[in-house]
């Protein structure tokens, strides 16, 4: 016999899951661990400190259910359970912050503002998230009150996103001809570029380290490897380098992590009647540039719920755009990830001056061979490269877990699905027809 429980309660999902008698209820264990997720003892988390008396729930089981704002995703470590103990959840460096203080188990693996909002709250505005390097609009922001600190932190509260300072790079072949910046800050030595941290999740599929592919390495290991002693020594202003022991930990930690949606609060489970929506089965998922498959068997299903997400997962897979340009999976071209498995960036727009929000900084840059002007708020991959070519071009994130993790872009400039949908509609041209659009936004608040 099979007894249906509904989810509703704690997950606030419209959806009932089946239990068999005596199974655990995924929920109540997603409770009990995520309460237990909190250091009994401070002074522990200090790397060579012990950590000997936290509780054993520290390793927060694979595939649990952890709700979000679209249902539910669950994380998947190759470790057998996700370890809550180790350097990515410690204080490496001087100001209290850890991995986990941006990347967060439940959002994604990165950092959502309702989350922001909630700790300024509880904290007037000094948790460790709260740290003029790279949490406040400007390094040189007033702090001291509760209401400087609402205005210093308003793009952390506000879109959750980091200031990441990049100066225009020696040989470039444009220069910085104009600064707009609301926070008196960015020149051309350091630009203040708005970024959501990306999830430190699923980064067997990543093949570029960075919304600009700046940290590179002769491997995927060696790039995050840097990446991870690059964070420590920044975000958390640690002076030493890392021990190369502790970042060969952290990699090992978070590129053993599969994160994807699982619970859908309007249509229900997204891996039963041979669906994939899993995280587990995402750890299987062969690299490769091809179509998604992860719902094919709802093709024929008599929900018309699930039916929605195929329809969505097959326009993702081949609609093209009305200027007979590519579907989106010709750039999300990883099969069920999204990543783009030549490691290409691409232009889509979402960094245009002519789409730039009162918030942001605005950049002018002018090509030092033709003179040609271009007005941007994060010019992205060329300020690597060096190249106008570049200016606006970021690479394709993952696309699993995304119920988890609004607002998207790398700005945060579109708030929800919808917004995401409606954006390519118009700016790359898709020309989405109103059922299109519903099918695409099901497919994707199921990834
Ligand atoms: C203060 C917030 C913050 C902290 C703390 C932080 N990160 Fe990040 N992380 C970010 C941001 C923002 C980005 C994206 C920056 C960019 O692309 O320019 C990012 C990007 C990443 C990426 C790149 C993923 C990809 O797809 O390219 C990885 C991996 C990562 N972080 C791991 C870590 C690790 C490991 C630590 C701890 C050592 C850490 N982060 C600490 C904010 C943070
Ligand atoms: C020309 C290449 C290209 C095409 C076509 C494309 N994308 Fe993207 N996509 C990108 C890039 C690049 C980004 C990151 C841009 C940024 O953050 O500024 C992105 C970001 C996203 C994000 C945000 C993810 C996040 O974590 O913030 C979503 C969702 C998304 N794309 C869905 C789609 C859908 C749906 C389509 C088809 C309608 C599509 N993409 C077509 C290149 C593309």
Known sequence: MTIKRCLVIALSLAGCTSLEPGEVDPVQTTEAALNSATPPNPAATNIGVPTAGLPAQFHLPNNVPLRDPLGAATTFSVAGSIDMQGPFFKELGTNQRTCATCHVIDQGWTISPAATQR???????????????????????????????????????SRGTIRVGIGIPEGADFELTAVDDPYGFASAAELSLFRRPLPATNLEFVSTVMWDGRISGDTLEAALATQANAATQGHAQRATPLDPAVAGEIVGFEKGLFTAQTFDREVGRLDIDGGHGDAENLASQAIVAARWDLFDAYQNSPDSKYAAIYRGQELFNTRRRTNDKGPCQGCHSQSNVGTNVNGSFFNIGTSDGARREADQPLYTLTELSTGNVLQTTDPGRALITGKFADVGRFKPPSLRGLGARSPYFHGGSARTLADVVAFYSEALEFGFTDEEAADLQAFLAAL
């Open 119 to 157: 700790m300024f709250n509880a904290s007037r505005g000094t948790a460790p998230i709260f740290r003029t390097v790279d949490g406040s609009n400007s390094p040189n922001a007033d702090v001291s009150t509760v209401r400087d600190r609402r205005a210093a932190f308003s793009m952390l509260l």
